[in-house]
Structures are given as C-alpha cells and as structure tokens.
T-cell receptor
Framework: KQEVTQIPAALSVPEGENLVLNCSFT??????LQWFRQDPGKGLTSLLL?????REQTSGRLNASLDKSSGRSTLYIAASQPGDSATYLC????????FGAGTTVTVRA | DVKVTQSSRYLVKRTGEKVFLECVQD?????MFWYRQDPGLGLRLIYF???????EKGDIPEGYSVSREKKERFSLILESASTNQTSMYLC???????????????FGDGTRLSIL
C-alpha cells in the first residue's frame, strides 16, 4: 500500500524567503505526482503535475522535482509572499491518488 | 475551466439519517472520486467511478455507497450516518486518457458534514 509522508507538518517564514516542502512515498511504481494547494475551508487546486518520466516541472515561482528511485519530491516556492500562505499537499498516482497529510505554510509580512 | 460543484458547503444531520452528497462536473470527465479529509490523516479515498454505473471501492468504503446514473453526476450516500463520519468530503474528476497522462484531478470546494 502506498504511503505518502510530508515533512514538516507546518512552516512559518518571513516574506521573501524561499520555501522548501518535502514529500516522500514508498512505492516508486507511479504514473505521476501532483502538488496541490488548499486554502482554509476550500477544495484543492492543482499546482504542478510531474510525470514519472520527468525530473522537474516549473510554473512561475514554483518548481517541483521528482526522484522516483528514492521516492522523493520537493516543491520550491521562490520569494514567498503572504498570499502563498496555505496548506500544500502532494499526491502520487498509481492506480489512484494517495495523499500526504500536507504542510501548512504561513508567510509573515 | 473545469467546474466541479458540490451541492452543499455545510450540512448538519442526525445519527441514523440517510445522507446524500451530490457532485456534478461540467467537462464530460470519465473518472470521478469521493474523498474524506480529516486532520492529521490527509485525504482518503472512499469510492471512485470510471464510467456510468461503474464503481470501485477505495481505501475506506465502509458505511458508504455511491451512485453514478449519469456521467456528470456522482453521489455519495451515507446509509445510516454516524458521528465518526463527521468530516470534510471532497469530490474530484479527471479525464485520464492513457496511463501516465498529464491530466490533473479537479476538485470541488468540499462539503463539511457534521453528524450530531
């Protein structure tokens, strides 16, 4: 059974600092890995999707890497802003999506 | 833009009631999913459906059933609601294409369900 772990569970940084969020998974036989953002009381918004054959994906200030052999992905957010405050979830897709518990990020102005 | 709409944002029901949660998507997606989200446990898959009238159990199907009579609508049913089913419920849809597709799942805003 796929197990997905996100560390740390919570993170607080001053505005402008770069954010590094970690995700690890136990079974490397995946189709892809997704990073989502969730605002309080809301659903999930897909940020980046990395296919199993890819090493990284970039969108604006966001960059996600994937090392399938070691079962790890990292989401980098450059020059953080208060609007980046949210919970970030990673999910791996084998025949279904398995989610980590998330990292709650607070960016202090 | 894909729109996944859940019929209620907040719902309060009593123990033993039969509860229906509705989800509608407007992009003709084949696959639809129901998750529940609890603090510290993340999202857990309850049921999913890859076609009309087709359904598959997820990781925690006990106490739930689903219905998919039309492609755009996927309903989650709590047969006899219990207090341990108090949770945030999220619906999602995807058109998966082939294996290894780069299509993301699209989520609704969630239904926060309280069972008293």
């Amino acid at each position: 059974k796929q197990e997905v772990t996100q560390i740390p569970a919570a993170l607080s940084v001053p505005e402008g600092e770069n954010l590094v969020l970690n995700c690890s998974f136990t079974d490397s036989a995946i189709y892809n890995l997704q990073w989502f953002r969730q605002d309080p009381g809301k659903g999930l918004t897909s940020l980046l999707l990395i296919q199993s054959s890819q090493r990284e994906q970039t969108s604006g200030r966001l960059n996600a890497s994937l090392d399938k052999s070691s079962g790890r992905s990292t989401l980098y957010i450059a020059a953080s802003q208060p609007g980046d405050s949210a919970t970030y979830l990673c999910a791996v897709h084998d025949y279904k999506l398995s989610f980590g518990a998330g990292t709650t990020v607070t960016v202090r102005a | 833009d894909v729109k996944v709409t859940q019929s209620s944002r907040y719902l309060v029901k009593r123990t033993g009631e039969k509860v229906f949660l509705e989800c509608v998507q407007d992009m003709d997606h084949e696959n639809m999913f129901w998750y529940r989200q609890d603090p510290g446990l993340g999202l857990r898959l309850i049921y999913f459906s890859y076609d009309v009238k087709m359904k598959e159990k997820g990781d925690i199907p006990e106490g739930y059933s689903v219905s998919r009579e039309k492609k755009e609508r996927f309903s989650l049913i709590l047969e006899s609601a219990s207090t341990n089913q108090t949770s945030m419920y999220l619906c999602a849809s995807i058109n998966p294409g082939t294996a290894g597709s780069n299509q993301p799942q699209h989520f609704g805003d969630g239904t926060r369900l309280s069972i008293l």
